[in-house]
């Protein structure tokens, strides 16, 4: 029996000189460590489809990244049909028959690929979530033993965490990796959005010439851009239904400001930018931020000093 060729995508996946330069910039300003694992991410995203966990990190490897690798892949794939079924079932079978198993551990055994078991695991578990979710009855005493364990398995690399409800009088205590992972600044947010908008610049200037009917090679020669940059944002124009894709959005910067009732006033600081034209209305919105009745009660000389560094207002 012949079976047909299938696609998998851990073989390989192409990695474009846009995700380079924004390692690079991370690296510059968040250092090597956190270089690397946006670099890693990446890659687990393009060989295994696995998107990153941590806030952080969907952060620093943004939507566009992920659509981008995506687009490739599925170029990719286009060159492949049908599905090796007797691989699927090997695969199905023994993880049906070894679930502590990680995914290194289960292609080692069947001798299937990597990308393949994790296809297949993958869609074994949200038939599971399917199936739970239809009998919400079933294996209700799952969760009983206080004392569980998981193992999670990225990329060869196996992590167990012991879940004990007597640890830290039942507080989770995080891990130092978990504490590392804190919300990026404002300005940090700032500096990708920066760097993302260079990107989406430069991927505006290729879909315009491409517009304009100029080929690929030609384009690569007018801008400078590398082939394989100008064709990732084609390709990207293309799927997006003959759109440019969406800007980046600026990333909010709040001020959290208490008010006399309790409450958390936000207050979008690049949204706030009054075009006073005249000392008066200048004065109205001061009163306003000083009054001790009223909800933000600032402190009257930090704000003067605010409108006149920033607003040139003497109020």
């Not at 380079?20 to 460590?33: D, L, P, T, Y």
């Not at 940059?229 to 600026?250: R, T």
Request: proline share 4%.
């Amino acid at each position: 029996m012949t079976t047909q060729k299938e696609f998998d995508r851990s073989v390989c996946f192409s990695f474009f000189e846009d995700y380079f330069q924004h390692v690079e910039i991370i690296e510059k300003e968040f250092g090597i460590k956190t270089a690397y694992k946006v670099i890693m991410a990446i890659v687990k995203y393009g060989l295994y489809e696995e998107e990153p966990e941590d806030d952080r990190m969907k952060i620093l490897v943004n939507k566009t990244i992920l659509k981008s690798i995506d687009l490739s892949q599925n170029r990719r794939a286009r060159g492949f049909k049908g599905e090796d079924l007797e691989k699927t079932k090997i695969v199905t079978d023994y993880y049906r028959d070894h679930p502590d198993a990680s995914q290194d551990e289960i292609a080692k055994m069947t001798g299937v690929s990597k990308g393949k078991v994790n296809k297949v695991i993958k869609k074994l578990k949200e038939e599971e979530l399917n199936n739970s979710s239809a009998n919400p009855n079933a294996d209700s005493d799952a969760c009983a033993d206080s004392n569980s364990s998981m193992t999670v398995t990225v990329t060869g690399i196996t992590e167990s965490h012991t879940s004990d409800a007597s640890l830290n009088n039942g507080a989770y205590a995080p891990t130092a990796t978990e504490q590392e992972e804190k919300e990026l600044t404002y300005e940090e947010k700032l500096k990708i959005y920066n760097s993302e908008m260079v990107t989406y610049d430069k991927k505006k200037k290729v879909i315009e010439l491409f517009k304009d009917h100029i080929k690929p090679r030609e384009i690569s020669k007018q801008t400078g851009f590398n082939s394989s940059f100008v064709n990732s944002s084609i390709d990207e124009y293309m799927n997006n239904g003959h759109k440019i894709p969406d800007k980046p959005k600026k990333p909010k910067n709040i001020l959290f400001i208490p008010t006399i009732d309790g409450d958390i006033y936000e207050m979008d600081l690049c949204e706030f930018n009054p075009n006073f034209e005249n000392n008066e209305e200048a004065k109205d919105l001061y009163d306003i931020f000083i009054d001790p009745e009223g909800n933000y009660k600032f402190e009257p000389e930090f704000t003067a000093k605010w409108f006149k560094d920033s607003y040139g207002m003497e109020v």
